[in-house]
């Protein structure tokens, strides 16, 4: 593919006007990625809820029509609702029930102005919710509270292991069929799924279709920066794969638009999905990968494809420079069908000693980043302040955070002691998390400490990415990268459940964040750093620098 560099940069343009606009569709494609699945957030927010009590709406309005109290709501809710205390870490307090009520009945309470029972019973004909922010969730829908607040985690968890799936199926379905074809294919599993997702009446069939669709834009996101990556020439490519990034949380805080417009989950939903029909129009603007088509032997419509690019850039290619690219694209497909045959694929992660020890410590730093990661994007709504402003902040900070690492991982600390104290600093945030009181007047103090912890996070995700993919030789950098996914989503699966740990102690998801984050931080350490050095390039390289880096140190 080297040729195939040299003929973008001399003939056909790096980053012309063809891939600039190529960019702007596809991080218009990844923004409406990051609403998908970030929308979780708002469709599946918790509100305050209490039980519904058998007549309480009719002694409500006889409550108000009689004048006999002021706030009629709270009087039959006092009498009707037991009460919890609540110890915040400043003060005691108090709060009505969300899954218990007295036997007694509103009418049987409230002709008696008083509840001497101190009997209570668990909801037996369903809840009342706060409505004054959200008007419908899925959670309010679905009656997922108290007993059944588990399938809220659960809901959560399966979207998240649609996306791991939708990696396993549509990286090598694009390698198969092309990128192209692939993302149309997901474009229209988005569009069925999301759409069925708003307005099936069923809690079961919501999660399938919730399932397919995070498929759909996990593929979507993969195959488009895949297209955008392999279409400009190496000296872009950094820059554009920053882009392709900072559109994800750009996307992140459009969500918050749709979201504070549209306060019922189901119009959400359609709000945020029907603009991807516009995506079927790509094909018509843009072009399959050329660095594929050659890959797999197409040359002809590989030579269409580069010189539609060089039109649009305004460039020229001539007829001896595509007969000598087909020449050694030839060659390459002669070869990599050979080295296909005899690759051993995951197995080769595991098989060699050096690269088995790199594989192992850094699926765990996969693992811990995602795990973090998407438990504070899961946690934003639960902070205290305003909801909508609080998912902005944290989807605003990524961008910053994004930029620094990547600045700070060429410098001398390099990409080892980067993560390194990126990972401590992170842990240290989490335990302020823990020990800072989230009451009073220091609740602000909570908030701001989450979305440092954001920043951090995201900085160390997004040096994974970079760090990972230099640690393996090139042999085996594709199933080692495309493996670490793999695990990374594991981790964001686990991340609800972790979230959910909260009933039991309420400081226990920062504590597991804390000791997993802090764990990463120190076994980057036993990874050999990269920046500066040239990629290894077979196993046997990777296996003598491993023995001899163990050799130097005993």
Not at 183 to 195: D, E, G, M, W, Y
Not at 236 to 263: E, N, P, Q
Not at 427 to 446: T, Y
Not at 497 to 520: N, Y
Request: proline share 3%.
């Amino acid at each position: 593919m080297t040729a195939f560099d040299d003929v973008l940069k001399n003939a056909v343009g790096e980053f012309g006007v063809f891939q600039k606009r190529s960019c702007i569709l596809f991080c218009l494609a990844n923004i409406v990625v990051a609403m998908n699945l970030i929308s979780t957030v708002f469709i599946q927010a918790d509100t305050d809820h209490w039980c519904k009590v058998p007549d309480s709406e009719l002694w409500l309005e006889t409550c108000e029509s009689l004048n006999i109290s002021s706030n009629c709501v709270n009087t039959v809710r006092d009498l009707t609702i037991p009460k919890e205390t609540l110890n915040d870490g400043c003060q005691a307090s108090w709060k009505f029930s969300n899954c218990l009520r007295y036997e007694n009945t509103a009418l049987q309470a409230f002709n008696e102005s008083s509840n001497n029972s101190t009997m209570t019973k668990h909801c037996d004909h369903g809840w009342e919710y706060d409505t004054s922010q959200y008007k419908s969730t899925v959670i309010q829908e679905f009656d997922l509270v108290c007993d059944r607040s588990y399938l809220n985690a659960l809901a959560t968890s399966v979207h998240l292991a649609g996306s791991l799936t939708g990696n396993i199926i549509f990286g090598p379905l694009s390698d198969r069929i092309g990128r192209m074809k692939t993302f149309t294919i997901c474009v229209a599993q988005l569009l069925i799924s999301a759409i069925l997702e708003a307005t099936v009446p069923f809690f079961a069939v919501f999660i399938i279709f919730r399932y397919t669709a995070a498929m759909a834009h996990h593929g979507m996101h993969l195959t488009a920066f895949i297209l955008l990556t392999e279409m400009v020439g190496p000296s872009k490519r950094g820059f554009v794969s920053g882009i392709f990034f900072v559109s994800f949380a750009l996307g992140y805080m459009a969500l918050v638009v749709f979201a504070y417009f549209f306060r019922h989950w189901r119009h959400l939903m359609l709000a945020m999905i029907l603009p991807s029909a516009l995506f079927f129009l790509y094909p018509w603007f843009l072009s399959e990968s050329a660095r594929w088509l050659l890959a797999v032997g197409k040359t002809r419509q590989a030579e269409t494809v580069m010189r539609r690019m060089a039109r649009v850039n305004g460039m020229t290619v001539s007829d001896d420079m595509f007969t000598a690219l087909n020449g050694k694209a030839n060659d390459y497909v002669k070869k990599t069908t050979t080295k296909q045959k005899s690759t051993s694929g995951t197995f080769d992660l595991f098989r060699y000693p050096n690269i088995r020890k790199k594989t192992i410590i850094s699926s765990f730093l996969w693992f811990s980043s995602s795990l973090t990661y998407y438990g504070l994007v899961l946690s934003a709504t639960s902070l205290a302040g305003n909801d909508y402003l609080n998912v902005v902040v944290a989807g605003a900070v990524e961008i910053p955070a994004t930029i620094v690492i990547m600045l700070l991982i060429d410098t001398r600390l390099g990409r080892r002691f980067s993560f390194c104290g990126t990972s401590l600093l992170s842990g240290m945030v989490f335990i302020c998390i823990i020990v800072v009181p989230k009451c009073g007047d220091i609740l602000w103090v909570n908030t701001v400490l989450n979305m440092v912890g954001k920043c951090t996070i995201t900085a160390i995700y997004s040096l994974a990415y970079i760090y990972v993919a230099e640690l393996y030789p090139t042999e085996v950098r594709t199933v080692g990268v495309s493996f670490g996914s793999m695990v990374a989503m594991c981790g964001a699966v686990l991340s609800p459940q972790v979230l959910l740990a909260r009933k039991l102690w309420d400081p226990l998801p920062e504590v597991i964040f804390a000791s997993i984050i802090t764990i990463a931080g120190f076994l980057v350490l036993l990874l050999p750093e990269t920046r500066g050095k040239k990629l290894i390039q077979t196993i046997e390289e990777g296996e003598d620098i491993g023995r001899k880096a163990h050799s130097d140190a005993v």
